[in-house]
């Protein structure tokens, strides 16, 4: 009996030490909010570009996941949360194809259509809603590229074209025209991430070969350079990068307050985590998972302020929601 008795008390002296223990799942909740705003008005579609001028979002062409390419552009007003369709695309539709903004303009080039690889090149005026071609894109035509634009140039490499590439041009409006520039370092990719904060652009992400790349860079149009960044991935001896789970490729980028949030994408599944990325120190943190179904393939707008994604694809099945996340609230329904 004093055996039991004992065992009784060891158990009720144990028990504030497991219940405090599960009290700690708090210390895990991830920052921010995703908020679902007015449906996209098109059809649902998944590889659809993207790019941002000033409050608004565009979103052109896309797969619709049967036999259907699309080439129809629609504006996304972000004060008003609503859509506007605009002047179709002019080229032939296309899916994976690069869309990049320099200045108060947007461009489109590359891309696949199932068929046929493209790179042709094309500028957006929204002032008077049109399409004009321009001076082709003097690599080889391809998809899966990547891209961005920084002041006075747009700059597009990387992807497949039937084999991975790592080759990179810029574009200058003012005179119609291309130059091959460094190639970005390490590996060839396709399927990468791009984002611009302070005029300094970073690509990261992507496959090659089946394997997702670690490898992340930045580039600076001052000096014309590409420098190596930290690994997204746990590949260094520090703790800094034990939890790092970034990888993957089709994932989409936007910045806010001068942070990037990368977020989607597939690494042998579909993604929903989210990571924030601060230039001042090179890190990534783990934030709020995207709230929508976890999907590839997507879009994003950002105006600097405000982070989008919208569209996108899973499987066999197709989105046209639209998430915009605040980064600073914390989600109570989430966790």
């Known amino acids: 009996m004093v055996k039991m008795k004992n065992l009784i008390l060891s158990l009720i002296l144990l028990l ?24 996209f008005d098109g059809l649902a579609r998944g590889f659809a570009s993207s790019f941002t001028i000033g409050n608004k979002g565009y979103l052109v062409c896309g797969f619709d996941g049967g036999k259907t390419w699309m080439s129809d552009l629609w504006e996304y007003d972000m004060d008003q949360d609503f859509w506007t ?13 690069v869309a990049i903004t320099i200045d108060d303009k947007g461009y489109l080039g590359t891309g696949y259509d199932g068929t046929d690889k493209y790179n042709d090149f094309w500028e957006y005026d929204p ?46 409006p003012s005179t119609n025209t291309w130059e091959q520039i460094v190639s970005i370092g390490g590996s060839k990719r396709r399927g990468a991430t791009s984002f611009v904060i302070d005029n300094i652009a970073y690509v990261c992400c992507g496959e090659n070969n089946g394997e997702y790349i670690s490898d992340f860079w930045k580039y600076d149009q001052s000096s014309a350079k590409w420098t190596q960044l930290r690994d997204i991935a746990d ?30 994408g597939e690494s042998g599944s579909v993604r929903s985590d989210s990571w924030k990325y601060m230039p001042s120190t090179d890190l990534w943190e783990n934030v709020a998972k995207f709230k929508g179904t976890a999907r590839s393939a ?29 980064p600073y609230e914390y989600d109570d329904d989430e966790y």
């Open 127 to 172: 002032s008077t809603n049109s399409w004009e071609e321009k001076a082709p894109f003097p690599g080889s035509a391809r998809y899966d590229a990547v891209g961005f634009g920084l002041p006075g140039k747009g700059y597009l490499g990387s992807g497949y074209d039937g084999n991975y590439l790592k080759d990179f041009y810029a574009y200058t």
């Open 235 to 264: 590949t260094s001896d520090d703790d800094y990068d034990d939890d790092y789970s970034i990888v993957r490729k089709y994932g989409v980028a936007f910045v806010i307050d001068g942070a990037a949030y990368i977020s989607c």
């Open 298 to 326: 997507t879009v994003s707008f950002s105006n600097g302020t405000r982070g989008y994604i919208a569209t996108g694809k899973s499987s066999t099945y197709q989105f046209d929601d639209i998430w915009e996340l605040h």
């Open 85 to 97: 369709q605009k002047a179709n695309f002019p080229g032939n539709p296309r899916d994976a194809a």
């Open 16 to 39: 504030p030490v497991v219940v405090c223990s599960c009290g700690d799942d708090d210390d895990d909740d991830l920052i921010g909010t995703w908020y679902r705003v007015s449906d």
